[in-house]
């Protein structure tokens, strides 16, 4: 069972982090706030002004909030993890009676601070400056919400896995894996304008179904029933492939002395 | 003396270079266990494998009774471990290292515990200041203080007075020792400073290539290289090896 004393050690240690660093503080409000207001603008522009494309500021605000999710999640997930590597704390931490489960399960719940402030601040500024309101959506905004961080939390997870077989020369996944998935997760478009060979790969992908289900409340006002039922059993799949992945990496990492080495 | 870790035949190969091979020894309650050996001796694979962060090849370790391999969480939980070149998050302030492995090894009553050892070890009137602001000898007693937060039954100290200063170096060397005899801890202690190894450690185990070369209290590995130190035990040893 895991002990929550633990798992809050975990937080504190990162709660303790971001009451001090300014710098981390701004990064977590700025880049959600630069993205709504330069993408927001636009998008006001082409549904008003030259193009008058319905509904164009709620398919592609909603879809920019949700997307934030997808990506602070991950990102929240890694960068935790290698705030203990940048520090030479990892270790430390490794060493002390902590089981790798309670490990990311603190990194679950700092990932869920992160994004829920993401989320808040570009949810009110969205409502400020567009009057649109995602939280309109209503009850089913909870398990898109909910499937999208479980595909965060995955990619975080492959991320950790690859640090700990290959070190930090892996860090740059924290940035970069997430964003194999914007295309594939029709996030911006729907699936049916990607290339009849791609459709089956994005439709793998359970993110890509919870934009489909974003975008079939907001035009049908129905509940994506289809979508969100994939999204849930494909994240199932993705969580558990992502765990498996970064227990295998933990291993080989240990069998081969490889831990003590990251950040070196 | 109750023995609290016993390891055998231990063997640790990477892509089938042996780094350690059949290393056995005990450690007793409230023994101060010296490990020396040249670079590459292998000294820094056997704490990691004892701290479960390498998996051995072969061989045995059990701390209390219990197999490291299965019960790594419980055990870990009566161990801790401080290192000149594992350091605690800089960005945040004395205490508040202290507060996370308070949290992480479980510990009850954390403040006050905590508290106890920033005074212990001369830290209190920085207890508020941000970690990155502390000396290099302050940084190590911070180090020390975060592993007895769970005030251990051993602790593995790895080089904690490489790079300090020779005044720091044996105000830290006394300050372990002090709290050793009196908590009745068993240390495992590495260095290359054998003055130190000499003056500290109730006994003393040389690996060399991996193995164990000798093994003993510092005055019996004297008597039996025909030694004056632990220093000259170490040249000889090394020369006998290389010469057989």
């Given at each position: 069972m895991p002990r929550p004393r633990r798992i809050l050690g975990v937080v504190a240690r990162q709660m303790f982090l971001y009451r001090r660093s300014v710098s981390r503080l701004l990064d977590l409000f700025y880049w959600p706030t630069m993205d709504l207001l330069l993408w927001g603008f636009l998008t006001l522009y082409l549904e008003r002004g030259a193009?008058?494309?319905?509904?164009f500021v709620s398919f592609f605000l909603g879809a920019l909030i949700l997307w934030h999710i997808l990506y602070r999640s991950q990102l929240a997930v890694s960068v935790s993890f290698l705030e203990d590597i940048w520090s030479r704390n990892l270790l430390n931490v490794l060493v002390a009676p902590i089981t790798l489960t309670e490990y990311l399960l603190g990194l679950v719940v700092i990932s869920l601070i992160k994004v829920g402030l993401a989320f808040g601040i570009m949810t009110t500024l969205s409502v400020l400056?567009?009057?649109?309101?995602?939280?309109?959506?209503?009850?089913?905004l909870f398990p898109l919400v909910v499937n999208l961080l479980a595909l965060g939390w995955a990619i975080g997870f492959v991320t950790i896995g690859f640090i700990f077989r290959?070190?930090?020369?892996?860090?740059?996944l924290a940035w970069a894996l997430i964003f194999v998935f914007l295309p594939l997760s029709a996030v911006f478009y729907?699936?049916?304008?990607?290339?009849v060979w791609l459709k089956p790969f994005s439709l793998l992908t359970p993110s890509a179904h919870v934009f489909e289900g974003m975008r079939e409340v907001i035009t049908?006002?129905?509940?994506p029933w289809k979508h969100l039922l994939l999204a849930g059993l494909l994240n199932l799949v993705y969580l558990s492939l992502g765990l498996a992945f970064l227990k295998r990496q933990y291993q080989y990492a240990r069998r081969m002395g490889l831990i003590p080495k990251i950040g070196e | 003396m109750e023995e609290v870790l016993r390891v055998r035949n231990l063997v640790k190969e990477f892509e089938g270079k042996?780094?350690?091979?059949?290393i056995s020894f005990n450690l007793h309650r409230g023994e101060f266990l010296g490990i020396i050996g040249p670079n590459g001796a292998g000294k820094t694979t056997l704490l990691n494998c004892l701290l479960g962060l390498v998996t051995p090849s072969q061989g045995e370790i059990r701390f209390f009774g219990l197999d490291l391999a299965t019960h790594r969480t419980e055990i870990l939980a009566r161990l801790n471990f401080a290192s000149n070149y594992v350091g605690l998050?800089?960005?945040?302030t004395v205490m508040e290292n202290l507060l996370v492995y308070g949290l992480l090894y479980g510990v009850r009553n954390i403040k006050s515990r905590a508290e106890r050892l920033l005074k212990l070890l001369g830290l209190w009137e920085m207890h508020?200041?941000?970690?990155?602001?502390?000396s290099s000898g302050q940084m190590m007693r911070l180090c020390l203080a975060k592993a007895l937060i769970n005030d251990p039954e051993i602790l593995l100290l790895d080089e904690?007075?490489?790079?300090?200063?020779p005044e720091m170096a044996e105000r830290v060397r006394r300050l372990i020792k002090e709290y050793q005899k009196e908590r009745g801890l068993a240390v495992i202690f590495t260095s290359h400073n054998l003055y130190e190894m000499e003056d500290l450690s109730d006994r003393v185990i040389l690996l060399h290539e991996g193995r164990i070369l000798a093994e003993g209290p510092p005055e019996v590995l004297c008597r039996r290289f025909g030694a004056e130190d632990l220093e000259e035990v170490f040249f000889r040893a090394l020369a006998e090896a290389e010469g057989a």
């Amino acid at each position: 069972m895991p002990r929550p004393r633990r798992i809050l050690g975990v937080v504190a240690r990162q709660m303790f982090l971001y009451r001090r660093s300014v710098s981390r503080l701004l990064d977590l409000f700025y880049w959600p706030t630069m993205d709504l207001l330069l993408w927001g603008f636009l998008t006001l522009y082409l549904e008003r002004g030259a193009l008058h494309l319905p509904r164009f500021v709620s398919f592609f605000l909603g879809a920019l909030i949700l997307w934030h999710i997808l990506y602070r999640s991950q990102l929240a997930v890694s960068v935790s993890f290698l705030e203990d590597i940048w520090s030479r704390n990892l270790l430390n931490v490794l060493v002390a009676p902590i089981t790798l489960t309670e490990y990311l399960l603190g990194l679950v719940v700092i990932s869920l601070i992160k994004v829920g402030l993401a989320f808040g601040i570009m949810t009110t500024l969205s409502v400020l400056f567009y009057g649109f309101n995602l939280l309109k959506l209503g009850a089913v905004l909870f398990p898109l919400v909910v499937n999208l961080l479980a595909l965060g939390w995955a990619i975080g997870f492959v991320t950790i896995g690859f640090i700990f077989r290959f070190g930090q020369e892996a860090e740059i996944l924290a940035w970069a894996l997430i964003f194999v998935f914007l295309p594939l997760s029709a996030v911006f478009y729907p699936v049916e304008v990607l290339p009849v060979w791609l459709k089956p790969f994005s439709l793998l992908t359970p993110s890509a179904h919870v934009f489909e289900g974003m975008r079939e409340v907001i035009t049908r006002g129905t509940l994506p029933w289809k979508h969100l039922l994939l999204a849930g059993l494909l994240n199932l799949v993705y969580l558990s492939l992502g765990l498996a992945f970064l227990k295998r990496q933990y291993q080989y990492a240990r069998r081969m002395g490889l831990i003590p080495k990251i950040g070196e | 003396m109750e023995e609290v870790l016993r390891v055998r035949n231990l063997v640790k190969e990477f892509e089938g270079k042996r780094v350690l091979s059949g290393i056995s020894f005990n450690l007793h309650r409230g023994e101060f266990l010296g490990i020396i050996g040249p670079n590459g001796a292998g000294k820094t694979t056997l704490l990691n494998c004892l701290l479960g962060l390498v998996t051995p090849s072969q061989g045995e370790i059990r701390f209390f009774g219990l197999d490291l391999a299965t019960h790594r969480t419980e055990i870990l939980a009566r161990l801790n471990f401080a290192s000149n070149y594992v350091g605690l998050p800089l960005s945040l302030t004395v205490m508040e290292n202290l507060l996370v492995y308070g949290l992480l090894y479980g510990v009850r009553n954390i403040k006050s515990r905590a508290e106890r050892l920033l005074k212990l070890l001369g830290l209190w009137e920085m207890h508020r200041e941000k970690t990155r602001h502390l000396s290099s000898g302050q940084m190590m007693r911070l180090c020390l203080a975060k592993a007895l937060i769970n005030d251990p039954e051993i602790l593995l100290l790895d080089e904690p007075t490489a790079g300090l200063d020779p005044e720091m170096a044996e105000r830290v060397r006394r300050l372990i020792k002090e709290y050793q005899k009196e908590r009745g801890l068993a240390v495992i202690f590495t260095s290359h400073n054998l003055y130190e190894m000499e003056d500290l450690s109730d006994r003393v185990i040389l690996l060399h290539e991996g193995r164990i070369l000798a093994e003993g209290p510092p005055e019996v590995l004297c008597r039996r290289f025909g030694a004056e130190d632990l220093e000259e035990v170490f040249f000889r040893a090394l020369a006998e090896a290389e010469g057989a």
